[in-house]
Nanobody
Framework: VQLVESGGGSVQPGGSLRLSCVAS????????MRWFRQAPGKEREWVAY????????DYADSVKGRFIISRDNTKNTVYLQMNSLKPEDTAVYYC??????????WGQGTQVTVSS
């Protein structure tokens, strides 16, 4: 299993970024996917969830109304569109999936920095 994130960078407050996570090594269309983030000195926190067909989505309260999770099962890719970015969104963003209750898979992360 491999998850490879991209799309991070530096942006001013109020700006937008779109993260991508390309998956391989498993049947992507059968797996729910999640985005997490970890800010410096803080624990990793869940950001967004999308089920395998893409019909169900959920968000942390801190990003609801600003972030949109989506997926393209033909491209084995999950996205996180981040709008109205705030300095507190600064973190390393990780793509995540799991198999059963014990096999957990993380990407390497992509840095997002929101600063003026």
């Amino acid at each position: 299993v491999q998850l490879v994130e991209s799309g991070g960078g530096s942006v001013q407050p109020g700006g937008s970024l779109r993260l991508s996570c390309v998956a391989s090594g498993f049947t992507f269309s059968e797996k729910d996917m999640r985005w997490f983030r970890q800010a410096p000195g803080k624990e990793r926190e869940w950001v967004a969830y999308i089920n395998s067909p893409g019909a169900v989505r959920d968000y942390a309260d801190s990003v609801k109304g600003r972030f949109i999770i989506s997926r393209d099962n033909t491209k084995n890719t999950v996205y996180l569109q981040m709008n109205s970015l705030k300095p507190e969104d600064t973190a390393v963003y990780y793509c995540y999936t799991q198999s059963g209750n014990t096999d957990k898979y993380w990407g390497q992360g992509t840095q997002v920095t929101v600063s003026s």
